[in-house]
């Protein structure tokens, strides 16, 4: 029973630990590359510190480093309270361990001395043959010999429990160190925090000596992603009507054989109408969460979504804005075929059709696919962009459902 118990113990402590060191690894990993844009992002603001005037873009970066300072705190908030689980699951095993070894011990306390007292040959002999019958005495011979393999076999789990005690007591041990480490990173991190908040007030406050300049940005932001929201939409608008008037006209032609008329689809439903296409929204949408980045290194810099400016300004972001190497090259996230090429203020946007969806890639410098023309998973279209006045290079991403805006950040893998 005591050997079934530790065997127990042992495959719990086992799963606990590897399930543990599977949640830590991959906080682990979140972690670190949290810093690692966090660095880059320092570099950037470095880099734009020597220019005395102020942008949307150096706020925005500012924005972005405290989002991914406070991204790492809650991170290692969750590694706290993992290892404060660990410590607790281990402290239980120990106690446990501790108390099931007193018990073993007391237990072959009792059988040494059983066997101290019957320890002579005499003794064991007269026992066997004080039998009533050669039955009783062949079983009186297999309890000697069972008792003694068993009390060996106590021994050894004796010595196995004890060593499960030493090693829990080790990982304990470690899980408080681990702790305390990370109690003194989150306070660092809390610390600095609080440094970047300070710097971006004072970022804003002095910008009311640049109002003018500001708000000649913030327009000139607004003009342009007007002109991409205008071009989009036009072009899906197109989709919509081409499907529809190949729909009618397979419903007229289908009519002409016979054949039972069909309704019609409306709005960008109609997009899905076809086997080809519904099958295509539908892979598209399982990719969900899954889908590859449109640069093969980037972190986002503006979320989706509205965003306050100082005071009273709101930008609005129908996607995301993920800064990345200069001379990036860009690519599909999933496989389409290209809706739209245009130019948009001396830059170029891609809309590329996935069934009923859309992803749309702007800020290119160049691009190297055409309308009409079929594109696979990942499949370069054209290269980003860098701004020749600040030096940054961004790639705007939308994912859109007909022409409304979704969150790429949802869709993107992490």
């Known amino acids: 029973m005591n050997a079934l118990k530790s065997i127990f113990f042992l495959f719990v402590f086992c799963f606990a630990a590897e399930a543990f060191a599977q949640s830590s690894s991959e906080l682990r990993r979140q972690k670190e590359a949290l810093t690692r844009e ?7 603001l470095n880099q734009t510190a020597s220019n005395k005037s102020l942008s949307l873009k150096e706020i925005r970066a500012l924005n972005a480093q405290i989002r991914l300072r406070e991204r790492k705190i809650s991170i290692i908030n969750s590694e706290v309270k993992l290892l404060d689980n660990q410590i607790s699951e281990n402290t239980n095993t120990v106690r446990s361990l501790q108390s099931q070894l007193v018990k073993l011990k007391k237990e072959y306390a009792a059988m040494v001395l059983f066997a101290f007292r019957n320890q002579s040959s005499y003794s064991k002999l007269m026992f066997i043959f004080a039998s009533q019958n050669f039955n009783q005495a062949y079983k009186r011979l297999k309890y000697l010999q069972q008792f003694s393999e068993y009390r060996q076999k106590q021994a050894r789990y004796i010595e ?10 080790t990982e304990l041990d470690k899980n408080k160190k681990e702790k305390n480490n990370l ?14 908040k300070n710097s971006k007030s004072k970022v804003l406050s002095s910008l009311t000596s640049q ?32 499907a529809r008037k190949r729909a009618e006209a397979e419903a007229k032609a289908g009519n002409k054989d016979g054949s039972p008329s069909r309704n019609i689809a409306s709005g960008s439903s109609i997009l899905a109408a076809t086997p080809e296409s519904a ?32 005071r009273n300004v709101t930008v609005e972001n129908n996607g995301v804005d993920i800064k990345t190497a ?18 948009i203020s001396g830059s ?35 290269v980003v962009i860098t701004d020749p006045v600040d030096g940054t290079t961004e790639v705007h991403f939308e994912v859109r459902k007909g022409a409304a805006p979704m ?7 992490n």
């Open 38 to 44: 966090i660095e880059s992002l320092n570099r950037s």
């Open 279 to 310: 099958k295509l929204s539908s892979d598209f949408l399982g990719s969900r969460g899954n889908l590859p980045w449109p640069v093969s290194n980037g972190m986002i810099i503006e979320d989706f979504g509205n965003h306050t400016i100082g």
């Open 183 to 196: 109690l003194t990173d989150q306070q660092k991190e809390r610390k600095t925090l609080a440094v970047q």
């Open 160 to 169: 196995g429990t004890q060593t499960d005690l030493n090693h829990k007591i």
């Open 407 to 413: 969150n790429p950040a949802g869709w993107l893998a």
């Open 348 to 382: 170029y946007a891609v809309l590329i059709r996935h069934g009923e969806y859309f992803t749309v890639y702007s800020n290119l410098k160049s691009v190297s696919v055409s309308r009409g023309q079929k594109i696979s998973l990942k499949q370069n279209i054209g």
């Open 326 to 343: 200069p001379g990036s090259p860009v690519r599909a996230v999933f496989g389409g075929e290209v809706a739209a090429v245009q130019n």
């Open 211 to 242: 109002e003018k300049k500001l708000k000649q940005e913030l327009t000139q932001k607004q003009r342009e992603s007007a002109r991409l929201n205008r071009a989009i939409q036009n072009a899906i608008n197109r989709e919509i009507e081409e």
